[in-house]
């Protein structure tokens, strides 16, 4: 039998001085309800040492079904959805491509 390799989706964004603290708070509700949630495995934040402004944030899933199961969980995203929306408001949407929700590799 296979061993199934967990799922990691790893996101960055830039989030201005004013911002930070709301930022930070919002991020630790989303890390609390990751401890709680059957699907994640793990949840990591922090800085990117170049520019102090990025976070750089990290979703590991138990699984890639465990990660399609939670797309599709609508109770579990109705705890999510409106912290992550109330993220893309404090984020800095200046320069689209480079600031809001970019993945990176």
């Avoid at 930070?20 to 793990?42: T, V």
């Avoid at 465990?66 to 797309?71: L, P, V």
């Avoid at 408001?89 to 480079?98: A, E, G, P, S």
């Amino acid at each position: 039998m296979a061993v199934s390799k967990p799922f990691i989706q790893t996101l960055g964004c830039k989030v201005w001085p004013e911002k930070n603290k709301q930022y930070l708070k919002l991020i630790g509700e989303i890390a609390r309800l990751a401890k709680k949630s059957k699907y994640l495995a793990s949840f990591q934040v922090w800085n990117n040492i170049e520019d102090p402004q990025v976070y750089i944030e990290r979703y590991e899933y138990k699984t890639r079904q465990h990660y399609n199961r939670f797309k599709r969980d609508k109770k579990e995203l109705a705890k999510f959805l409106p912290l992550m929306e109330e993220l893309k408001r404090i984020i800095d949407q200046k320069d689209l491509q480079q600031n809001l929700w970019y993945k990176i590799y």
